[in-house]
């Protein structure tokens, strides 16, 4: 009798790494907290302590990705999907994204001299942030499809918001990010392995 359980189990894991073969879910919760922690502590040092904010994001930003490499793997390998044409996409899309967003930034301020005041390079280097986000909802887990138009209008607004503009959006994303890990996205109660 249990050799007919292990073997429904063992259908039922592989019936569900062939249906999301070429869709891949969200991944391990722990990163969803990972970047909620780093978004939440580095919007409210631009508000509290700016000139440690923009270390905090670029230590704390390779950091957060070669910990979210490292969670992902992992997680990839306990549920037997090491799939390592999604991980060079995974990671274009995520460092590749975020660093063509900052050399762009950068650019624009070269030659547009008001995007030189850090507000409004910020404000517009969090919106292509928040393209990179949507996209990811494109292509690889759909929290980001509303993740990433909030983080955008987050970056609209911030300038509207009298005292402590940057910490608002920030703790609203982080919000978001701890609540798409909460709330599973459609999919990730398939992601899990299976009992053994």
Same mark, same amino acid.
């Given at each position: 009798?249990?050799?007919?359980?292990?073997?429904?189990?063992?259908?039922?894991?592989?019936?569900?790494?062939?249906?999301?073969?070429?869709?891949?879910?969200?991944?391990? $919760?722990?990163?969803?907290?990972?970047?909620?922690?780093?978004?939440? %502590?580095?919007?409210?040092?631009?508000?509290?302590?700016?000139?440690?904010?923009?270390?905090?994001?670029?230590? &704390?930003?390779?950091?957060? &990705?070669?910990?979210?490499?490292?969670?992902?793997?992992?997680?990839?390998?306990?549920?037997?999907?090491?799939?390592?044409?999604? $991980?060079?996409?995974?990671?274009?899309?995520? $460092?590749?994204?975020?660093?063509?967003?900052? %050399?762009?930034?950068?650019?624009?301020?070269?030659?547009?001299?008001?995007?030189?005041?850090?507000?409004?390079? &910020?404000?517009?280097?969090?919106?292509?942030?928040?393209?990179?986000?949507?996209?990811?909802?494109?292509?690889?887990?759909?929290?980001?499809?509303?993740?990433?138009?909030?983080?955008?209008?987050?970056?609209?607004?911030?300038?509207?918001?009298?005292?402590? &503009?940057?910490?608002?959006?920030?703790?609203? %994303?982080?919000?978001?990010?701890?609540?798409?890990?909460?709330? *599973? $996205?459609?999919?990730?109660?398939?992601?899990? *392995?299976?009992?053994?």
């Amino acid at each position: 009798m249990t050799d007919v359980t292990q073997l429904r189990q063992d259908l039922q894991f592989v019936r569900g790494a062939v249906a999301r073969r070429g869709h891949p879910g969200p991944g391990p $919760a722990s990163i969803y907290f990972l970047w909620a922690g780093y978004v939440l %502590i580095g919007y409210t040092l631009i508000d509290f302590a700016r000139a440690a904010s923009g270390w905090f994001f670029l230590i &704390g930003g390779i950091t957060g &990705g070669v910990l979210s490499w490292q969670l992902g793997k992992r997680w990839a390998m306990r549920i037997g999907e090491c799939d390592m044409a999604l $991980a060079w996409r995974s990671l274009l899309h995520w $460092a590749g994204g975020i660093v063509l967003a900052v %050399i762009a930034m950068i650019a624009l301020s070269a030659v547009i001299l008001p995007l030189r005041q850090q507000a409004y390079g &910020g404000q517009i280097l969090v919106v292509l942030i928040g393209m990179v986000y949507f996209l990811a909802g494109v292509h690889f887990d759909r929290n980001f499809l509303w993740l990433g138009p909030l983080l955008m209008a987050g970056g609209v607004l911030v300038g509207l918001v009298p005292r402590y &503009g940057w910490t608002a959006p920030g703790a609203v %994303i982080a919000l978001g990010l701890v609540l798409a890990a909460l709330v *599973p $996205a459609r999919g990730r109660q398939h992601s899990q *392995p299976p009992s053994e």
